[in-house]
């Protein structure tokens, strides 16, 4: 008799798991990543693509699918790498497509494979992550639907898809030269804002409401490569919005005029829902919104995205909300939402405060193993101006550290630890008594299934009465954000943390002279990076590099190792 139940158990667990395989779907890209003459804003210029196209190509899979992306760098003079945002890469670090890191750049001509699962639904994107790549438009989105059987927390007719980026006229070499001059020239901000890689220069959809003269309004026929995208609703129904952020250096505002936004996801994962009138994004976050199209049918809405954080002298990024039957070419009869205050911190304070975990999502555990507490401030390095951590700028080394940590070699970087502290004399509130910092490439270690909690606090910058919004993402995990606050952090500020709610996700933002508070498990085996996504910080060493039981990482493929030191292990 117990022979019997064992073989009908086993044949119900053998019946589930041709389901299972049957379900999820092996999905094949063949990408080609090359420079490409395009008008992004109405202006020309030379922008970086995937098969002809720019933004490159939308992938879309289903929760447990494989993804497949055959990917050939067709740029004659540099290598290319892309990262999958938001994708933990569970069981396949070498994928997660970080130069330096994960794997060696691609070289001109070479192609390399990328074979990755997507374990969960969410609103992610993918970006260049090889130098400032991702200023130059190699990014695109990724949307991972449920799974087959599986239901949303919440319902909705339709959907559209947002991918937010920031775009300038100066060519990536010359920002990137310019960043690494002495003396230091700034890349200056954004020509224009882009709303799926359409924006406009030099004119406005909006021209008629403004009091201004000089900037005309925009003639577009509606085929141009600048042309908006129309969203085209129908009355009375609800649209998930799916939004997300690649933008090189802008945080963003978007709303849309006398409609409410009902935020119910974040970086993959879902959130109790609330509502807005307009709503913060960082660069590196993604979020799902509910829109109800509830308003005057005959009437079409202004979707507006500005600049927060930093003086705006980007205008704002416009498309258009479309009622039908109403023509798309009947303009808003009121000018679009005005974005508030680029300095207004307490509204995007009360924004963040509102992002709590859906009710049955993970919870933290309720302490930690190790804390370490990153310091972001700006220095000098030799007369050059510098990001660091603690006093370290990051310069990542020529060997990938996954491939040197595997193998066990020695040379590849610095195996002392990096500070996991600063020192507590120091005044976050005023530029530094002395701006020196060093260059590192050290790499904090954790235990395997240990949970570790970062402290990210923010400080003055080299000028007096400065300091700047970070967006820090964390590859290979999710993370819960406990906590923000003012000024230096306390340990009597550890009672404030929110362990009954707090939301999961791999993007958090440091406010000016504040800190966040981060707690996640090291459980997948890998070396990820943890970095401020804004893009030309990142390139001036902002940044760190986290491992977690590499020794138990699988077999790399050898065209990830092709470089540094690693390369001559897969020579022999």
């Known amino acids: 008799m117990g022979s019997l139940k064992l073989a009908l158990l086993c044949g119900v667990l053998l019946c589930l798991l041709v389901q299972v395989s049957l379900a999820a779907k092996v999905r094949h890209h063949k990408w080609a990543v090359e420079y490409l003459f395009w008008s992004p804003d109405c202006v020309e210029h030379v922008v970086m693509g995937i098969n002809g196209q720019f933004p490159g190509p939308t992938i879309r899979a289903t929760a447990g699918d494989t993804i497949v992306v055959e990917l050939t760098n067709k740029l004659n ?7 999958w945002h938001g994708i933990r890469q569970l069981g396949t670090p070498w994928a997660d497509g970080t130069a330096s890191i994960s794997q060696c750049a691609i070289n001109p001509g070479d192609t390399f494979i990328y074979r ?35 239901k949303e927390p919440f319902h909705y007719h339709g959907e559209f898809n947002l991918l937010l980026s920031d775009w300038w006229h100066q060519s990536v070499h010359e920002q990137e030269v310019g960043l690494s001059s002495n003396p230091f020239r700034w890349i200056g901000e954004p020509k224009s804002l882009l709303i799926n890689g359409r924006g406009q220069y030099n004119c406005s959809l909006a021209a008629k409401y403004s009091n201004s003269s000089s900037v005309p309004e925009c003639k577009l026929r509606g085929n141009e490569q600048c042309a908006p995208q129309i969203l085209h609703v129908e009355p009375n129904k609800t649209y998930r919005l799916r939004i997300a952020s690649t933008t090189a250096l802008a945080s963003l505002n978007l709303a849309i005029g006398g409609h409410k936004l009902v935020v119910v996801e974040a970086d993959g994962n879902y959130v109790q829902p609330f509502a807005v009138d307009d709503m913060d994004i960082y660069s590196g976050e993604s979020y799902s919104v509910l829109l109800r199209t509830d308003q005057d049918p005959t009437k079409n809405y202004w979707l507006s995205v500005g600049v927060r954080g930093r003086e705006p002298k980007t205008p704002q990024g416009l498309t258009i909300l479309n ?7 009947h303009l808003p ?27 049955g999502s993970p919870k933290p555990p309720t302490t930690s193993h190790r804390r370490i ?41 610095n195996h002392a630890s990096p500070p996991e502290k600063y020192d507590e004399s120091f005044d976050v509130m005023n530029p530094p008594v002395n701006p020196n910092a060093t260059q590192g490439n050290g790499v904090y270690v954790f235990d395997l299934n240990s949970t570790v909690d970062v402290i990210l606090q923010n400080a003055n910058t080299l000028t007096t009465g400065v300091s700047e919004i970070h967006p820090w993402h964390l590859h290979g995990h999710d993370f819960w954000v406990l906590g923000y606050g003012d000024g230096k952090f306390k340990e009597a500020d550890v009672k404030k943390f929110n362990l009954k709610n707090p939301p999961l996700k791999n993007t958090a933002v440091i406010f000016p002279y504040g800190w966040t508070a981060l707690r996640f498990v090291a459980d997948n085996p890998g070396v990820w990076a943890f970095h401020c996504h804004i893009e030309p910080h990142l390139h001036m060493g902002m940044g760190v590099v986290f491992a977690e039981g590499v020794k138990k990482v699988g077999r790399i493929p050898s065209s990830a190792l092709a470089c540094g030191l690693t390369a001559r292990v897969v020579a022999n």
Do not use: C
């Open 116 to 150: 990755f699962k997507v374990d969960r639904p969410g609103t992610y994107f993918y970006h260049g992550h090889y130098g400032m790549q991702r200023s130059a438009g190699l990014y695109g989105s990724l949307i991972v639907d449920l799974a087959e059987g599986k």
């Open 323 to 329: 009622y039908k039957p109403t023509s798309a070419s």
């Open 333 to 359: 009869p009121i000018p679009p939402p005005v974005t508030p205050r680029w300095n207004d911190t307490a509204h995007s304070k009360a924004f963040t405060s509102k992002t709590r975990a859906l009710m």
């Open 373 to 413: 507490v990153l310091l972001n401030t700006q220095n000098k390095l030799d007369g050059f101006t510098k990001w660091a951590i603690n006093n370290v700028s990051l310069a990542l080394p020529s060997t990938p550290y996954l491939g040197s940590m595997k193998l066990g070699l020695k040379g590849a970087y």
């Open 77 to 83: 003079t540099e290598g290319v790498v892309i990262h």
